[in-house]
């Protein structure tokens, strides 16, 4: 069976740093993974993607100077590390993993998905 649990999540305050963790099951460990966020009313916006070995790493453009996401494979932990956090930022964030990805930026790429974790950032 394959879970992802995110958490970390919590109101910070404009200009503050989160780092939000994603803790799957084995069977995730060597599948490429990603970092996700959906605002109310807003589609799913990719953010970061990573793969097992870290030989590549995608960012959007609008977080690749604020956001890094790492993996802990003996942890089957992933995190995104999130600096200088803007009420912009608000939004539920989710982590996805695939078992095979073409467009590391498409939501529809991602076969397992954690159940989300809130961010709000105050201004």
């Known amino acids: 069976q394959v879970r992802l649990v995110e958490s970390g999540g919590r109101l910070v305050q404009a200009g503050d740093s989160l780092k939000l963790s994603c803790v799957h099951s084995e069977t995730v460990f060597n599948m490429p993974m990603a970092w996700f966020r959906q605002a109310p009313g807003r589609p799913r916006e990719f953010l970061a993607a990573r793969n097992y070995g870290g030989t590549f790493e995608y960012y959007s453009d609008s977080v690749k100077d604020r956001f890094t996401i790492t993996r802990d494979n003996a942890r089957n932990t992933a995190y995104l590390q999130m600096n200088n956090l803007q009420p912009a930022d608000t939004a539920v964030y989710y982590c996805?993993?695939?078992?095979?990805?073409?467009?590391?930026?498409?939501?529809?790429?991602?076969?397992?998905w954690g159940q989300g974790t809130q961010v709000t950032v105050s201004s």
């Open positions: 996805a993993a695939s078992r095979q990805v073409k467009d590391h930026s498409a939501a529809s790429e991602y076969d397992f």
